[in-house]
């Protein structure tokens, strides 16, 4: 079955530093990649997608690559703040030509003055 | 434009009640999903519907779920005669649909205990 993979433990980065985190996928090939930020308590806010014929996608400070070879994507802040500071959730697909999402468990950033 | 709603935001139940979950897309979207989130786990599909139609339920649990989209009026996803395993935080999103590559606009959540 498919799944996703983020690293479960929260990255602690300093103010100013680039978060980097990471999303693995298995047994499928998604059209596209979205991210999503979760703060406590509420619902995911979309970020970014990301299409498979495409390898890097930013957006002011966000930028998200996209490996089909690897079956990996990156998510990376740059300049981070604390108010970055959130679990970031990685999704794709669960079948073509469907918008029914699979989700990974998200990671939590932490970013300290 | 308000976002996705819904009501309500917590919701306790003891085991063997109903509990209801309402949920109003974003104005002018007519596809709804809704989404179960457990502690410490990722957001699982449970169920995909467009305006008086159940276009995919294949993440619902075939006995106690249901969920509808009336012509007028919010979502609702029904679960009866609840247990403590159905605690969790029910999650509604809407999208434009039509095609892939849409992103969905997710509500705030409702989060269901049951005692």
């Known amino acids: 079955s498919q799944k996703i993979e983020q690293n479960s433990e929260a990255l602690n980065i300093q103010e100013g530093k680039t978060a980097t985190l990471t999303c693995n996928y298995t047994?499928?090939?998604?059209?596209?990649l979205q991210w999503y930020r979760q703060d406590p308590g509420r619902g995911p806010v979309f970020l970014l997608l990301?299409?498979?014929?495409?390898k890097e996608k930013r957006k002011e400070r966000l930028k998200v690559t996209f490996d089909t070879t690897l079956k990996q994507s990156l998510f990376h802040i740059t300049a981070s703040q604390p108010a970055d500071s959130a679990t970031y959730l990685c999704?794709?697909?669960?079948?073509?030509?469907?918008?029914?999402?699979?989700f990974g468990t998200g990671t939590r950033l932490q970013v300290f003055p | 434009n308000a976002g996705v709603m819904q009501n309500p935001r917590h919701l306790v139940r003891r085991r063997g009640q109903e509990a209801r979950l309402r949920c109003s897309p974003m104005?002018?979207?007519?596809?709804v999903y809704w989404y179960r989130q457990l502690p410490e786990e990722g957001l699982k599909f449970m169920v995909y519907?467009?305006?008086?139609?159940?276009?995919?339920e294949s993440g619902m649990p075939k006995e106690r779920f249901s969920a509808e989209f009336p012509k007028e009026g919010p979502s609702i996803l029904r679960i009866q005669q609840v247990v403590r395993g159905d605690s969790a935080a029910y999650f509604c999103?809407?999208?434009?649909?039509?095609?892939?590559?849409?992103?969905?606009?997710f509500g705030p959540g409702t989060r269901l205990t049951v005692l």
């Open positions: 999704a794709h697909p669960l079948t073509d030509n469907t918008d029914k999402l699979i």
């Open positions: 999103a809407s999208s434009l649909g039509d095609s892939s590559y849409n992103e969905q606009f």
């Open positions: 990301i299409r498979e014929n495409e």
């Open positions: 047994n499928y090939s998604p059209a596209y």
């Open positions: 104005k002018g979207h007519s596809h």
């Open positions: 519907l467009q305006k008086e139609n159940i276009i995919d």
